[in-house]
């Protein structure tokens, strides 16, 4: 494999794991019924933890301890030997383990294209049709001020 198509996969990789964070558990669940998942097994058991965020001041001040959030991980090995990660804010141990076999299919040559069309293509435009239908009702509230000048002096 070249260093071109290395790219290209983890390009593909990150942008799926950016619409699987982004999207609901059992949506993510639906769209995978129809796919013939392969035998996998549990690396590491879907299980919940913290992790600590970490903040600047104006951007590019000396970093500081925010707080924490709550995370959830999981990592799955397909029978072929794709191994996938998945990790989510918040306690959904099941959302974690089916955006980790999301990622090890999407590396897989047999079942990408199935992942794309059936999983990631749909909630992407479920995503964007929401977007634009926030974008919608926020432009309708949109006060448009102007000045006037008065007559006086």
Request: glycine share 10%; aromatic share 4%; with cysteine.
């Amino acid at each position: 494999m070249t260093v071109a198509d290395e790219n290209g996969k983890q390009a593909q990789r990150k942008a799926a794991m950016a619409v699987l964070a982004h999207s609901d558990a059992a949506e993510i669940a639906r769209r995978l019924e129809p796919i013939a998942v392969p035998a996998y097994e549990n690396l590491r058991e879907p299980e919940n933890g913290l992790v600590m965020l970490r903040g600047r001041i104006g951007g590019d001040g000396a970093p500081f301890n925010l707080g924490e959030a709550t995370v959830s991980r999981a990592a799955v090995r397909l029978a072929t030997g794709e191994v996938g990660f998945g990790y989510t804010l918040g306690r959904d141990r099941q959302k974690a383990q089916m955006i980790a076999l999301c990622d090890a299919l999407v590396q897989s040559n047999e079942f990408s294209g199935a992942v794309e069309a059936n999983v990631l293509t749909p909630l992407r435009a479920a995503m964007a049709s929401e977007r634009d239908r926030k974008a919608a009702e926020t432009a309708a509230t949109r006060v448009d001020f102007y000045t006037m000048v008065r007559g006086e002096g």
